[in-house]
């Protein structure tokens, strides 16, 4: 499997949470990576994005100052730290590594939000 992600759980309104992609079986640091989610009766959507270099590229308007992607070459893994996580963030999260027209996609981790 090219990509597992871990770390979703239950969890407070106000919480935090960290979520982990481990890459195998290509090349991780030729890739750019992002993370996606897709809530009960919605479209996915793409949360936030890094380059291969490191370099965040986008970061949609509704998590801008709460959520965090960070890459470990080493570890051939991406991170996504959660902050101030609200109802309206529960959703299943995607990891997702994309090189030109080589893609891959993670099975999701459920982040649920309730009190």
């Known amino acids: 499997v090219p990509l597992v992600e871990s770390g979703g759980g239950l969890v407070q309104p106000g919480a935090s949470l960290t979520l982990s992609c481990t890459a195998s079986?290509?090349?991780?640091?030729?890739?750019?990576m992002s993370w996606w989610r897709q809530a009960p009766g919605k479209e996915r959507e793409c949360v936030v994005q890094i380059g291969s270099d490191g370099v965040v590229i986008y970061s949609s308007d509704f998590v801008k100052g709460r959520f965090t992607i960070s890459r470990d070459i080493i570890k051939n893994t991406v991170y996504l730290q959660l902050n101030s996580l609200k109802p309206e963030d529960t959703a299943v999260y995607y990891c997702?590594?994309?090189?030109?027209?080589?893609?891959?996609w993670g099975q999701g981790t459920q982040v649920t939000v309730s009190s």
């Open positions: 079986g290509f090349s991780f640091s030729s890739f750019g």
């Open positions: 997702y590594a994309s090189v030109i027209l080589e893609v891959y």
